[in-house]
């Protein structure tokens, strides 16, 4: 009985993170790429790698310039890669998220804070 009342809930995490991503002021409030992020590496987790290869593809459309291993743990993505196979998946990944590598992220930080 927990393991379906806890797989419900999650059905119903991923269903209101879906109606997220449809606001038009989704932005100020959270990152789309944060959402998607977690959406897949839901997806990953339960072994649904189809799943989280299509988000991966919708990732990459709604936001073509990230790099997803900012949004999506590289072993994660590697997942997805064995599981759905190299050749399809290859570009949707796209050339910069290459297993290991991950840019450097800067940000704005206050001066008070002393970064």
């Not at 806890?6 to 119903?12: G, I, K, L, T």
Request: with cysteine.
């Amino acid at each position: 009985k927990q393991w379906y009342q806890r797989r419900v809930r999650a059905e119903e995490a991923m269903r209101q993170c879906l109606l997220l991503l449809d606001e038009s002021e989704l932005e100020t409030g959270i990152r789309s790429g944060d959402i998607y992020g977690f959406m897949i590496e839901h997806y990953a987790s339960v072994s649904n790698f189809p799943k989280a290869y299509h988000l991966v593809q919708e990732l990459r459309q709604r936001l073509p310039a990230a790099s997803l291993s900012y949004y999506v743990n590289n072993s994660v993505l590697d997942q997805i890669r064995q599981q759905c196979g190299n050749e399809m998946v290859d570009s949707a990944f796209g050339t910069t998220d290459t297993p290991g590598t991950e840019e450097e992220i800067e940000e704005d930080l206050p001066e008070e804070l002393g970064y």
